[in-house]
């Protein structure tokens, strides 16, 4: 036999030792243990000696002498510069610590061309398309019961038996701050027959909730966004043929009040493929000491390093980092250098202050340099919540990135971490960037926003989208918009082409829930319930012909469908967890028996069932 | 989109399930042919195979993992267009061949089907058997064929360590397969 025939029976080699050959994933956490338990040893001995010199133990020449000096010297010419090489490598191990370049650190390593006049290589050169782990990783540290967080929280769950143990909160003694939420209001429709609200598709309260219940803290009120929880999940709505947006409707009886109706209100952009739009991204990457734990920089390293393996070749991609200082650890690579931009992520570890630093600045001149005209070029920026960038002022940090979008470069903000997340900024930010906040707590998310949705989370497909609701009096006596409190819009800022609202991304769907009054005898003879007016622009600016849909009896159904389900359980489980004054009927056990058992065909649906279920159990 | 629907889609014999195929696992694909071939354009032109072959395949196959499906398509055909180029480049492919010349005679001889599948099983069997870490090595080195140095640096060991594992699994399957009476 040839080898090439015996290769060819190496085809036949079980999946399953395939697939776990993939999976064989050393972090680069572990790789950072091995050099931080290095250095620990050699600061062990030097420990040592010094104990050693000082309790007058090592001998000072001669056979009966003791002479500390020679020795201390001697020692220390042996280990200082190991100490300070071992340092360098790994503690002090972030790259503008390094005298050279981290890119060029590994020179012999990189097996594809860094010259830019080579042929690009598209595929990946150390890992092959992330697959989905085994099991999760254990990087959450048990929550910490300590005496103050022990105590009562005042943002107890709801339906919380008196005699269960407090949940720990996570809003007491920390720096995580989420703007106080107003739920909307019942509206008459005489008074008001339209609703005008800014649509985007962020989806950062979803995972940062299942963060806390995973943990099993309990929740802020002002953590649960239900229009972000609605939109993490995607739904099978009709997408566009012809536009960039396409509307769908469904009505139907809410689960939990008998007296109101659902009306659900779908948005699903055109799918735009990554590799169709030349990317300049720019990550932005916060190494200050704070980011050091397992769910903050090593998560991001992850993160980042699955969104290097499915670059186009011609992308270009840099990375600065802020702390103590601002650096430029990759400077304009190309797609295809897979292997260099992983390097240098690896390469990053968190230590030092943020003060002092301009990173957000380098970061756009960055990002000027390498702009690509009509493609999409963006500033990253992946933080704990340290907004100590170069521009300290949070206004005048929305207006100098205000200022960026106008020039086409666009701002995302992805969060990690426990202890300081400033969501509503961080909301805020994106939303000045046209770009989209997005909360990474575990590598599955990661994977998520990172590669299976990429386009959604990289590729702006309509901006400045914004959306008008008109009731008919005579079906509807009053409506209430379910989410989307700090979205609103007057008539004028509606009308004007100037506003700044929402940017969705490619592939989105985004979901809009109406709880309404009918007026009497409505659905017997219902005829035309609401007008729906979309208005958005294309990624140049470009105004589109308004989107417009009428919302007829024919939406109404008595049986709920899957999506009817689903969607209806999300908002029940938000309203639970607000503890909401519109909750009504609203409980845990009718919105479990309602969705569970249904098969989703959707590993995110499904996720969502079980953590309802571990919700209800920590409460227990 | 998820694996099943990309099957699906096969199987409605809708041209959209190339365009899928493409997306989600265009790269991976990539990587396989280049190591082998090391060369963009025939790698691409056989990630482009892979997809044709697979919809020809499908239906009536309705593979269990799609990902090493598709894998197991783009390694065939390029190490098929390997073999039927006239020059033929150096890389990790013809590395992994000489290192297993080490363990077969060399010799063309033609094998029937059930020999082979019976060797694979054996293959199978012995990979089974070995620790983890030098099973997924191997798998690594010689299906997915990839560079000395990413093994080396994925496993946070030396190069030298690899070759040191590669060899004493290649040692130990040339000798698990002669007890099972095998003549390579």
Sequence with gaps: MTSNQFNKILNGIDDNLILQAEKAVITPMKKRNKHIFSFGLIAASIVLVAALILLDLVPQGGSHSFDAGPVASSTNQQETPQQSQSATQSVQGHPSKLPTAAPTANPTRDLYPTDSTQAPIAGATQGLTPGRPTAKPTIWPEPPISATQAAPSTTMAPNKPNDAPPMPSYTQGNGEGYTQITENPFIEVNKTPTSYFSIDANTASYPNLRSLINKGYSIPKDAVRIEEMLNYFSYDYQTPNDSLLALNASLFDTPYNRNTKLLTIGLATKEVQFDSVKNNLVFLIDVSGSMMSDDKLPLVQQAFSMLAKNLNPEDRVSIVTYASGDKVALDGAYGYETKKIIGVIEDLFASGSTAGSRGIQTAYEIASKYFIKDGNNRVILATDGDFNVGITSTSELETFISQKRQSGIYFSVFGVGRGNIQSSIMETLALNGNGTYSYIDSVDEAKRALVDQIGGSMVTVAKDVKASITFDPKYVSSYRLIGYENKSLTQEEFEDTNTDAGELGSGHTVTLVYELELTDNALSNLDYLAHVAVRYKSVQGEEQPELKMGITGGAYHENLTDTDKFVSAVVEFGLLLRDSQYKQDASFSSLIQRIDGVNFNDELKQEFVALVKKYVQNIK | ?184
């Design chain 2, 1 to 184: 989109m998820e694996d099943h629907n990309i099957i699906q889609l096969y199987f409605d014999r809708d041209e959209k399930a190339i365009e899928a195929s493409g997306q989600k696992y265009g790269n991976y694909c990539f990587y396989i042919a280049n190591n082998i071939l090391q060369n963009v354009q025939d790698s691409q032109e056989c990630v482009n195979d892979t997809w044709l072959n697979a919809w020809n395949s499908i239906p009536p196959t309705r593979p269990n993992c799609l990902k090493l499906f598709f894998a197991k398509i783009t390694r065939n055909l390029s190490i098929n267009r390997y073999n039927n180029k006239k020059s033929k480049q150096a890389g990790c492919y013809t590395e992994a061949l000489n290192e297993l010349n080490g363990i077969i005679s060399g010799n063309d001889a033609t094998q029937d089907e059930a020999e082979c599948n019976r060797l694979r099983q054996s293959i199978n069997t012995f990979l089974a058997s070995v620790s983890p870490r030098d099973c997924n090595v191997f798998i690594k080195r010689y299906f997915f064929f990839e560079p000395i140095s990413v093994i080396s640096d994925h496993y946070g060991i030396s190069a030298n360590n690899v070759h040191k594992i590669l060899s004493r699994v290649r040692m130990q399957l040339k000798q698990y397969l002669q007890k099972e009476g095998y003549t390579l």
